[in-house]
T-cell receptor, first 114, second 116 residues
Framework: GNSVTQMEGPVTLSEEAFLTINCTYT??????LFWYVQYPGEGLQLLLK?????DKGSNKGFEATYRKETTSFHLEKGSVQVSDSAVYFC?????????????FGKGTHLIIQP | DAGVIQSPRHEVTEMGQEVTLRCKPI?????LFWYRQTMMRGLELLIY????????DSGMPEDRFSAKMPNASFSTLKIQPSEPRDSAVYFC??????????????FGNGTRLTVT
């Protein structure tokens, strides 16, 4: 079956540091890949997505590149801010993009210190 | 767009009591999902509906859990009787028939349930 594996948290960084959150996946076909973010006290919201190999998704300074050869979709940001503190979820969808097919990772808690 | 609305935000109840969680999806969305989030298990899909019809309830933990969607603008998740291990944050989410590529999941702010 499908699965998503994320690095264990929490990840603690200082403001303006470089961020990488690792995500690898297992899928039987050619999935679409997503990063969702959950701010304290809120539900998840879509951060970025990539639908095919070598696509790069980007939003709010975050980027992730769909790497089929390494089955990875690592999240990066060049300079993090305190406001980026949140839980980040990697997810995949293999059902032609249908929302019913989303598989989430367990989430990585990011803490940015001023 | 008011977003997905869940109520209550917090619920504290005693073991054995019935708990009802409520959700109003975004107008026009025809998929509705119930998720449960815990530290140990992460985010788990419990059940989802399409056009008010339950499609997959394989994630519902046991018969104590039930969900209904009587119309396109309202869904409930009921736990009866509740147990301490049901303590979690329960999320409702909705999306349109275009699916995750063009219409990602929109989540409510969740209901934090504590069963003592």
């Amino acid at each position: 079956g499908n699965s998503v594996t994320q690095m264990e948290g929490p990840v603690t960084l200082s403001e303006e540091a470089f961020l990488t959150i690792n995500c690898t996946y297992t899928a039987t076909g050619y999935p679409s890949l997503f990063w969702y973010v959950q701010y304290p006290g809120e539900g998840l919201q879509l951060l970025l997505k990539a639908t095919k190999a070598d696509d790069k998704g980007s939003n709010k300074g975050f980027e992730a590149t769909y790497r089929k050869e390494t089955t990875s979709f690592h999240l990066e940001k060049g300079s993090v801010q305190v406001s980026d503190s949140a839980v980040y979820f990697c997810a995949l969808s293999e059902s032609g993009g249908g929302a019913d097919g989303l598989t989430f990772g367990k989430g990585t808690h990011l803490i940015i210190q001023p | 767009d008011a977003g997905v609305i869940q109520s209550p935000r917090h619920e504290v109840t005693e073991m054995g009591q019935e708990v009802t969680l409520r959700c109003k999806p975004i107008s026009g969305h025809d998929y509705l999902f119930w998720y449960r989030q815990t530290m140990m298990r992460g985010l788990e899909l419990l059940i989802y509906f399409n056009n008010n019809v339950p499609i997959d309830d394989s994630g519902m933990p046991e018969d104590r859990f039930s969900a209904k969607m009587p119309n396109a603008s309202f869904s409930t998740l009921k736990i009866q009787p509740s147990e301490p291990r049901d303590s979690a944050v329960y999320f409702c989410a909705s999306s349109s028939r275009q699916g995750a590529l063009n219409s990602p999941l929109h989540f409510g702010n969740g209901t934090r349930l504590t069963v003592t």
